[in-house]
């Protein structure tokens, strides 16, 4: 057998199925949102619309925004109020473990799929930068549980309308997208860790065990509430971006 048939048989699989839809999807669903992400940040406008709240911009940390929820950066900051607070949920779902095994496998073909060879002729895993800060997933989720301390108090000024308390379809919409991140959040491999994951014996901790074991059942579907929750943030900024811009009415139940 020649070189060169040695060669070409390392790019060929006995897999007869179309292995190569899931990659092709990620690569689709996550470039897209990525996309869409940096270009609502860089718009700096049409994130809030009385009294709905973009969660890109959320918390509102600068003295430009539109809507001020925390001032704590002052008028020296000049670029959008977005990149003060993207880095904290791009970072949390970036370094995941679900995340990195998705566009481990998608964006850099590592492999693209169980019996597919890898793109590249080496493995150096995670211990070169950048993928060295995957070990920072940890730090992300806490901050991450910041952010949502903030979101969901968005989701109760939600409610208050200029005219007084009553609730929209924004409301409906902001009130699930704080549900889903909260889920997304609290099922990953982190938090597990935290709420029981390196305790030796759960024969003293008998409360750490079942609040450990209900983090363990989200977890089990932690990939859908990982899809769930990125699209549904994204559409949660586009509804609040389309009221703010005239596009579409609010439609007010009470």
């Not at 020296?76 to 970072?91: H, K, Q, R, Y």
Request: aromatic share 18%; proline share 5%.
């Amino acid at each position: 057998m020649s070189d060169k048939t040695l060669t070409l048989d390392q790019f060929r699989t006995l897999r007869k199925d179309t292995w190569w839809k899931e990659p092709l999807m990620v690569v689709l669903v996550l470039g897209g949102f990525a996309i869409y992400a940096t270009w609502a940040a860089l718009q700096n406008a049409h994130y809030y619309v009385a009294p709905y709240l973009s969660p890109f911009y959320s918390p509102c940390i600068a003295e430009n925004c539109t809507h001020v929820s925390v001032p704590l950066v002052g008028s020296w900051w000049n670029l959008s109020p977005a990149f003060l607070i993207l880095w904290i949920p791009g970072g949390f779902r970036a370094t995941c473990y679900y995340y990195r095994k998705a566009y481990y496998r998608s964006f850099f073909l590592s492999p693209p799929a169980c019996a597919v060879r890898d793109a590249s002729k080496s493995y150096s895993g995670e211990t070169r930068f950048p993928f060295l800060l995957q070990n920072l997933h940890r730090y992300f989720f806490y901050l991450s549980i910041l952010i949502l301390a903030f979101l969901w108090w968005d989701t109760v000024l939600a409610f208050q309308f200029p005219d007084g308390f009553g609730m929209g379809l924004g409301t409906v919409v902001i009130l699930v997208n704080a549900i889903l991140l909260t889920l997304f959040s609290l099922s990953c491999n982190s938090c597990r860790h935290v709420c029981g994951g390196y305790v030796d014996s759960f024969h003293s901790a008998p409360t750490r065990y079942k609040v450990w074991g209900f983090i363990s059942r989200l977890n089990g579907r932690h990939m859908e509430y990982a899809w769930v929750s990125l699209i549904w943030v994204a559409l949660t900024d586009l509804y609040v971006r389309l009221l703010s811009m005239g596009v579409i009415q609010d439609l007010r139940f009470f």
